[in-house]
C-alpha cells in the first residue's frame, strides 16, 4: 500500500466549500419531460403546484435553465454544522481485493440522520420557514428522510408530521423515537387520521402500507391545514439540485489532488443521492469536456432501471401528486416483504431517467444477499458499518474493482456511500442467521403493474 500517494481522507476547508447548488438540467439539450396535472393531463403549472409544495421550490423544480442556484446564509451554515463531508480512498478495501484500481468514497453518513437526506431537508426547512408557513408534512419509509427532516424543522422552529410506512414504524422503534426527540409528530402510514388513509385501511385490512400511500397521505394533510406544505425526500429535481452538494464537493475534492474517476457508482432510490454525486461529473460530460462511466445500482427486487418502462406514472397510490415521466414498475408495485435493503420506491427521478434513456448512464440490478455480503466485507476492513442502501454501491465498485484486476487496469473508481446501518440491524441480523433470501419479481407480477399505468 502506497499511503504517501494520496491522503486517505480529502476534505474542503470551509472557504473551500460550495455557495451555489449546480442544476444539472440547464445543461440537458434533451430535457426531462414536464410534470403533468393528473386531472388535465396538461403540464402543472407553478400555481398549482403551490398548493402542495413551498413556492420557491415549486419554482426550483420548474427551473430546467439555471445552471447555479445559490445556496441561501443560512443553509450554508447550517451545512457547516456536518459539512464537508469527507472523500475517503479505501486503500484497505484496495488491499483486501488486491485490484491496482484506485477505489474512492463520498461519506455522508457523518450526522445524527446518518445519511446525505440532511442536505436536501435543510432547504427545504429553510424555504418553508422563509415563506412563513407553520409547519410541513412528508412520508417516511426507513425512517432517514423522517429523521433528516425533523432535525431541519427543529432547527427552522417549524412543526414536522411524519406519516411513516406501518411496518418501519413497528420495526424502527428507535427510529421514531429519534423524531420524537426532534420534535415530530410521526404517525404510522396508512393511519386513520386522512381520507385516502381510511380508504386504503378499508380496501386492505392490516395491510402495513407502502410508500406510495405513505405519500398520498402526506400530501392530504398539507392541502388540508392551514400554513402548511408537502416536502419529499427524493424523486424531484429540487433534491437532486440540494444534493449537487456532494458531487460538487467530490470534484472539488479531486481537482485538489489533480485526480479524475473514469467511473462514477451510486445506488439509486428515487435517485437523489446519484443524481447529486455525478451532477458536476455528468455536466462535464454532457458539455464534451470530459467523459465518464456512470452506473445507477438497484436491487433485483425493485427494478425500475433494468426492467421497468419509460412512462408517465403517478408518484403515489392515491393518484393525488402529479404525474411524471419516468422509469417506472408502476404506481402499485411493492417489493417483496422479504426485501430488507432499502430503494424500494416504484419510479425513478425524472432527471436520471432522460439520462439513462439517452445512454449516459448505465444501470445495474444487484440480490440483496449479495449487496449484504459486499456490506460485511467493506465494514470488516473499512470500519464504517454502511446502510443497506449504500452497500448496493459498493457491491458494484467491489465488482468493477475485480474487473479491474482480471483486466490489469488501474481505473479510478468513485461511489457514494450514502450512509450508515445502524438502525438496519434486523436486516443485518437475517444477513447473520442465514435467513435472508433473493427475490426477483417475474415478468408476470410486472406486467400486471403495467398494465395499470394511466395511458397519456
Ligand atoms: C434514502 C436513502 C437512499 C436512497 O435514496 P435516493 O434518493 O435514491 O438517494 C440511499 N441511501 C440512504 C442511506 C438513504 O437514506
Known sequence: ?????????????????????????????????????????????????????????????????????????????????????????????????????????????????????????????????????????????????????????????????????????????????????????????????????????????????????????????????????????????????????????????????????????GCAGGGSNLGGLIAPFMGEKLRGEADYRFIAVEPASCPSFTRGRYAYDFCDTGKVCPLQKMYTLGHDFIPSANHAGGLRYHGMSATLSELYDQKLMEARAVEQTSVFAAAEQFARVEGILPAPESSHAIRVAIDEALRCKEEGKAETILFGLTGTGYFDMVAYQKYNDREMGDYIPSDEELAASFAKLPKV
Not at 133 to 148: F, I, S, Y
Request: proline letters at 6%; glycine letters at 8%; a neutral charge.
Open 1 to 265: 500500500m502506497n499511503t504517501d500517494e494520496v491522503p486517505y481522507k480529502t476534505y474542503l476547508t470551509e472557504a473551500e466549500l460550495p455557495t451555489a447548488w449546480y442544476n444539472l438540467r440547464a445543461d440537458m439539450k434533451k430535457k426531462p419531460a414536464p410534470l403533468l396535472n393528473p386531472g388535465t393531463l396538461k403540464p402543472v403549472t407553478a400555481e398549482e403546484l403551490e398548493h402542495v409544495f413551498c413556492k420557491e421550490l415549486v419554482r426550483q423544480e420548474l427551473d430546467d435553465t439555471t445552471q447555479f442556484i445559490p445556496i441561501p446564509d443560512e443553509v450554508q451554515k447550517f451545512y457547516r454544522m456536518f459539512r464537508p463531508s469527507p472523500l475517503i480512498r479505501a486503500y484497505f478495501l484496495e488491499r483486501a481485493l488486491g485490484t491496482p484500481a484506485k477505489i474512492y468514497y463520498k461519506f455522508e453518513g457523518n450526522n445524527t440522520s446518518g445519511s446525505h437526506k440532511l442536505n436536501s431537508a435543510v432547504a427545504q426547512a429553510y424555504y418553508a420557514k422563509a415563506q412563513g408557513l407553520k409547519g410541513v408534512t412528508t412520508e417516511t419509509g426507513a425512517g432517514q428522510w423522517g429523521t433528516a427532516l425533523s432535525m431541519a424543522c427543529a432547527f427552522f422552529g417549524l412543526d414536522c408530521q411524519v406519516y411513516m410506512v406501518k411496518c418501519s414504524y413497528e420495526q424502527k422503534p428507535f427510529r421514531r423515537e429519534v423524531m420524537r426527540t426532534y420534535g415530530a409528530d410521526v404517525t404510522p402510514s396508512p393511519s386513520m387520521k386522512t381520507k385516502i388513509g381510511r380508504a386504503i385501511n378499508e380496501a386492505h385490512p392490516g395491510t402495513t402500507g407502502s410508500l406510495g400511500c405513505a405519500i398520498s397521505e402526506a400530501v392530504e394533510a398539507a392541502v388540508t391545514q392551514d400554513g402548511y406544505r408537502y416536502v419529499l425526500g427524493s424523486v424531484l429535481a429540487q433534491v437532486l439540485l440540494h444534493q449537487s452538494i456532494i458531487g460538487l464537493e467530490a470534484k472539488a475534492a479531486f481537482d485538489k489532488l489533480g485526480v479524475k474517476p473514469d467511473l462514477v457508482i
